[in-house]
Each structure stands twice: as structure tokens, then as C-alpha cells.
């Protein structure tokens, strides 16, 4: 993980999902994502056009941490960075993607749900991963018994985080940031309410970040 990266998941601790059919509209979610505070931005690969909407933020926002989610092989990893990712996130654990990301110098997050998933990653060398789907494998309670063993470990849990428990997942001192869908719900991007969107990630802020 590249300093940068992990100052910016370490100072707003929320990473959300953009997903849209219309690279137009993915730039309007990024700029309401933006504007809200958030810098790190997912761009998950599940529609026709999420390459396309994935090239036009990483091109249209430059400063921004702009990744790509749902990445499943290592021909899907070679396409995102040649595509403008600048981190990749996955489900599952792919080595073969994770040797494309580390010939690339590209940061990669790869989901783990098990002690043994998390320990082949532990052995690639990773000490960052996406706990997925984080509510249904055991959300905190989880993470806790899985970063007692492995210390050096820092999580990503995604998959039913949000506002409500957002606060519990970030208690858990290995946790370095949630992913969370509720930032960029369907209804406010169909009806262009993207104000709503900047509320949502300022919300989100003062949640993860209390004074």
C-alpha cells in the first residue's frame, strides 16, 4: 500500500462504492463523492460501462484515489491499470491478480471471509485485505479474533457496513477503513439528487472521524 493511500483511508476511514451504467453520470457520483470529502473512491466493476466510467474519473480527477472493486482475474487486474486504477480491490483472493498488482507496483485489497484465506494472503506478502462480506462472516466480532493472530494485519471490511454500525467496525483497532454502498444509494442517483450523495459522505466523516 502506498503511503498516500493508506494517509487518506487513515484520515476519512470510508471508501465508497461507485457503480453506474454511464461514464457521465459515474463522473457526477465522484464529483458529489469529492465534494463531500471523500478521496478514495471504488469504482466496482458491475455493469456493462464500469471500465469506461472507471478511465473518465481516473482521467477527470487525478488528485483523487481512484480504484476498481469487484475485480475478479488477472486479466480483469492488467485492464483496470491500464485503465487509470490506482489500487485494486477484489471478493476473493486471486494470486494470480495479486502478482499482476505487485508486478504493477498497484496496491491490492483482496477479500478474505476465512483464517485460512487471510493466512495464503499473510504468505503473499499482503498485510491489507477486505474482510467480504464482512456482515455475514462475522462483522467485528470477526475481525477482533482474526487480527489477534494475525497483528500485522490491517482490515477493509465491506458488506453490510453502515451508518449504524460503522462505529462498531472502526472500534476494532485493525481496521483501517469500511467500504460501504449506502454512500451511493440507486434512488439518488436515478432521481440526480447528488447533493444527497455529498450529505451522505460528510455524514459519513463525522461518523467515522467523532471530535
Known sequence: MTNTL????????????????DPKTALKIAEALLAGGLNVLEVVLRTDAALDC???????????????GTVLSADQ?????????SFIVSPGLDPASVQVANDAGVPILPGI????????????????????????????????????????VRFMPTGGVSPTNL????????????????????DAIASGDFAAITKLAKDAIAIANPK
Not at 476465512?114 to 462475522?138: C, D
Open 6 to 21: 493508506i494517509q487518506s483511508l487513515e484520515a476519512k476511514r470510508v471508501v465508497p462504492l461507485v457503480q453506474s451504467d
Open 54 to 68: 472507471l478511465e473518465a474519473i481516473a482521467k477527470e480527477f487525478p488528485k483523487a484515489h481512484v480504484g476498481a
Open 113 to 152: 471471509s476465512t483464517a485460512t484465506e487471510l493466512q495464503q494472503a499473510w504468505n503473499l506478502g499482503l498485510r491489507t485485505v477486505k474482510l467480504f462480506p464482512a456482515s455475514l462472516v462475522g462483522g467485528p466480532k470477526m475481525l477482533k479474533a482474526l487480527s489477534s493472530v494475525f497483528r500485522d
Open 167 to 186: 462505529p462498531e467496525y472502526l472500534a476494532v483497532p485493525a481496521v483501517l477503513a469500511c467500504g460501504g454502498s449506502w454512500l451511493t444509494p440507486a
Open 77 to 85: 487486474s492488467i485492464e483496470v491499470i491500464r485503465r487509470g486504477a
